[in-house]
């Protein structure tokens, strides 16, 4: 959460978070920021990519996200 609100444009440090949210059953949380992530990205224009999207999608489909392997 730190590294968000020091870098509220990086897209993959928010996935990360979500992701780690949702992967240890804070699903609430995880959407929560998904929501807060919007209103950051629609600030200055811009939405989510698509791996976000995704993420959010299988967050509400009820569908623990796999942990992702990217840097």
């Given amino acids: ?3 968000v609100e020091e ?3 990086h897209e993959h440090l ?3 978070l ?3 949210l949702a992967g240890c059953g804070r699903r609430v ?3 929560r920021a998904c929501r807060r992530l919007r209103a950051v990205l629609a600030d200055v224009g811009v939405n989510p990519g698509d791996a ?3 993420l959010e999608r299988q967050i509400l ?3 623990t996200p796999s942990p992702t ?3």
């Fill in 69 to 71: 392997t990217k840097d």
């Fill in 7 to 9: 870098h509220p444009y």
């Fill in 14 to 16: 928010w996935y990360l």
């Fill in 61 to 63: 489909e009820g569908r």
């Fill in 52 to 54: 976000l999207l995704s």
């Fill in 18 to 20: 979500i992701e780690a």
């Fill in 29 to 31: 949380e995880a959407l």
């Fill in 1 to 3: 959460e730190v590294a």
